[in-house]
Structures are given as structure tokens and as C-alpha cells.
């Protein structure tokens, strides 16, 4: 019984730390100059050129801290016909007080405004902060001319495949501790 107790602990553990899970929760909203890849026009650009760096807006929850005016750098993607590099790895990354932040782009949709003057693109990946769980996040890069406004937002929720399994082992242990007690 012992030994099915040292399991069992051991088990507790295990799963205890998968669900300490520290995700990222919070947005970023950048703003810099850019200029069309593949085409000079939104509906003919196939890419994106970040052209000298962008700076940090604003910023909510975990990036709160961080000032506005921080210098952010990106990197230049072709989104058409498909998402090259694939992934962007990372997409846009910076150091604040010894703390990285990035975002590594996974996927992306385009779409051009109904006069042809703009171009939005959508994207998802994951967000990273040194010191929290790499966590999905959401992006959003709209574009006119020469001008670009990029906003990058981060949700967070409880990691169900942890919950679960401390679900799970509480309801082992619940069942091996009545079953000692009748012995």
C-alpha cells in the first residue's frame, strides 16, 4: 500500500507542475514604417518590408510595464501564395530590463480593403516572455502607403490537459484512500 501511495505522490507532482502553467495574457499595439514586397499597391503585394523598426504604442497586462517608445524589431514575411519563412521565427522580438519578448507567426489570411487602398492581414502564433509559458496569441497588421499600425494581442486560459489530470489523480487518490480505510 505504500508503495501504491509513493506512486501516487509522485503522480501528484508530476501533474501539479504541468498545471502551474504561467501563460502570457495581455496586448501590445506597435506602430513603424513598411513598404509592400511582390507589388507596390495592397492588392499587389505578395510580402511585407518592416523598414526601420518599430516602436511600442501601447501595452496591457503582462506587458504593462514595458514603456511606450520601445523600439521593437520585425521581421520581413512573404504572405502570398503561402507564409514565407515558414514559421516566421520571430516575427517581432525585444529585450526590456533583461526580459525577452517575441512573437513566432504560424499562419496568416489577407485582405484588401474594397477601394484597394489597404491591407490587412491576420495572423495566429505564440507569444513569448521569458519566465512564462510560450502562450497562443493573435495578430493583426493593417497597412496604407508607407504607413503601418500592427496590433498583437495574447489570450490565455488554464491548460485543460493539466486540469484534467489533476481532475484525475485527486479522483485516484480519493479512491485509494477510502479503499485503505476499509482494510
Do not use: H
Not at 516572455?129 to 495574447?154: E, H, K, Y
Amino acid at each position: 500500500m505504500k508503495r501504491i501511495l509513493a506512486i501516487f505522490a509522485a503522480i501528484c507532482c508530476f501533474a501539479a507542475s504541468t498545471a502551474l502553467a504561467v501563460p502570457i495574457s495581455g496586448s501590445l499595439n506597435f506602430a513603424g514604417a513598411s513598404s509592400y514586397l511582390g507589388g507596390t499597391t495592397p492588392s499587389t503585394a505578395t510580402g511585407i518590408d518592416f523598414l526601420l523598426g518599430f516602436t511600442l504604442l501601447g501595452n496591457e497586462g503582462d506587458y504593462a510595464a514595458i514603456p511606450s517608445g520601445t523600439m521593437v524589431t520585425f521581421q520581413d514575411f512573404y504572405f502570398s501564395p503561402t507564409l514565407s519563412p515558414n514559421p516566421v521565427s520571430p516575427l517581432w522580438t525585444f529585450t526590456y530590463n533583461g526580459i525577452t519578448y517575441d512573437f513566432v507567426m504560424t499562419s496568416v489570411t489577407s485582405s484588401v480593403s474594397p477601394d484597394g487602398s489597404s491591407l490587412t492581414l491576420v495572423g495566429s502564433g505564440t507569444l513569448g516572455i521569458t519566465g512564462f509559458d510560450d502562450t497562443p496569441g493573435n495578430w493583426i497588421f493593417t497597412t496604407q502607403g508607407n504607413s503601418a499600425v500592427g496590433t498583437f494581442s495574447a489570450t490565455s486560459a488554464v491548460p485543460e490537459p493539466g486540469t484534467i489530470v489533476l481532475l484525475g489523480v485527486g479522483l485516484i487518490g480519493v479512491g485509494l484512500y477510502r479503499r485503505s480505510k476499509k482494510a
